[in-house]
C-alpha cells in the first residue's frame, strides 16, 4: 500500500532522509535523491532568523525541482513566529512544512524550541495548530519519545497534533535526555502506530544503518516507513542497499572505490553549483572523511584534500586515490 501525506504519493514503505543540520543541505540531498531517498527535508531553519531575514536561514530555503517531495523543517519557540515563517517557507515552495520538535541542543532545547516543547504539550499543540493554519501546504512533525524517561508522552503528542491536522509523524526513538546515547527504543513508536485513534503515517527513526536492521525493525515495528540520518552521511548508498534488500533478499556488493570517488566528485560538483567554486570547495571539506572511512593510510590524501585550494587539484587527487585503492583492492 501507498504511503500519502496529503495528496503526496510516496510509494510503498518509503524510506526518508533525515533532516540534519550542516549536513542535509543541496549538494547532499542531490547524492541522496540519485540513490534512492523517497523524500527528504531541508536543515532546520530557525524561525527567528527567517524573519530577521538572515543570510543562513534564508539560503537554507533553497531547494531545486529535482528534489521533491522535499519538506522544509523550522523550529522556533514563539508560536507567531513560527506562523509567519511559515508563511516565508511556503513561498520557497516546497511540498510539505515540517515542524522540529525533537531538537535536544542546548541552544536550541533551552531556549523553549526542538524538543523542550515536550514539556509544554499545550504549547506544542497550539504552536502546531498555528502553522497548520498558516499554510495550503501539508504539515509534518519531527519529535521524540519525550522529555526524559519518566515523561514518555508521545503517544498523548500523537494523537493532539493528529487532532490538529498533521498530515505524519515521524519519531526518533529517544528521548531528550538521552541526545543520541544509548539505543534507539522502538517499541513506543509500535504502539502509536496500533493506536486505532491514529491514521497519519508514522515514521520510525534512530539508529537505522544496515539493510538487514531495516528489513527486521520494519517487521517488529510495522511503521509506515523509515527516517535515516548518519548512516547515510558518507553512504548515500545506504538508500539503495536498503531498497536493494526488500526488493530481492539480497545484499548488494559494497562500494567500489570508483563508486566511492564518483559520489564525491559529484556531490563537490553539486556543491561548487550551489555556492561558487570557493565557498563550494570550502564546504565539501568537511565530508571527504565519511567518504573515505576505513581506507588504510588515508591521512595524506585527506590533508590534501582539505587544502587543496582548486577543483583540478582536488580531481587530481581523487584520481590519485581512485588508483591506489583500486590497485591494492585487486
Ligand atoms: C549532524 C546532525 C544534524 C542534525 N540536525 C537535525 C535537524 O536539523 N533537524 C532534526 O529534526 N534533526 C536533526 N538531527 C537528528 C536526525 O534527524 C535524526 O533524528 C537522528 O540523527 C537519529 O537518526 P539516525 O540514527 O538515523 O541518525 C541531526 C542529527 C545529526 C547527526
Known sequence: ?????????LGEFPLLLAPMEDVSDPPFRYVC???????????????EGLIRDAAKSRQKLDIFEYERPIGIQIFGSDIDHMREATEIATQANPDLMDINYGCPVKNVACRGAGASLLQDIDKMVAMTKAVVEATHLPVTVKTRLGWDDNTKNVYEVAERLQDVGIKALTIHGRTRA???????????????????????????NG??????KAAAWRMEYE??????????IGYPRIFREIKHFFKTGEILDG??????????????????EWKGEKTGIFEMRRHYSNYFKGLENFKEFRTKLVTAPTVTEINDLL??????YSAEMV
Open 1 to 9: 500500500m501507498s504511503v500519502r501525506i496529503g495528496n503526496i504519493d
Open 33 to 47: 535523491k540519485q540513490n534512492g531517498a523517497d523524500m527528504m527535508y531541508t536543515e532546520f531553519i530557525s524561525s
Open 178 to 204: 538521552q541526545m543520541y546515547k544509548g539505543q534507539a527504543d522502538w517499541a513506543l513508536i509500535r504502539d502509536i502506530k496500533k493506536n486505532p485513534r491514529i491514521q497519519i503515517p508514522i515514521f520510525g
Open 207 to 212: 539508529d537505522i544503518d544496515s539493510p538487514h
Open 223 to 232: 511503521v509506515d516507513g523509515m527516517m535515516i540520518g548518519r548512516a547515510s
Open 255 to 272: 562500494p567500489t572505490i570508483t563508486e566511492r570517488v564518483n559520489v564525491c566528485r559529484t556531490h563537490l560538483m553539486k556543491s561548487m
Open 319 to 324: 584520481s590519485a586515490i581512485e588508483l591506489k
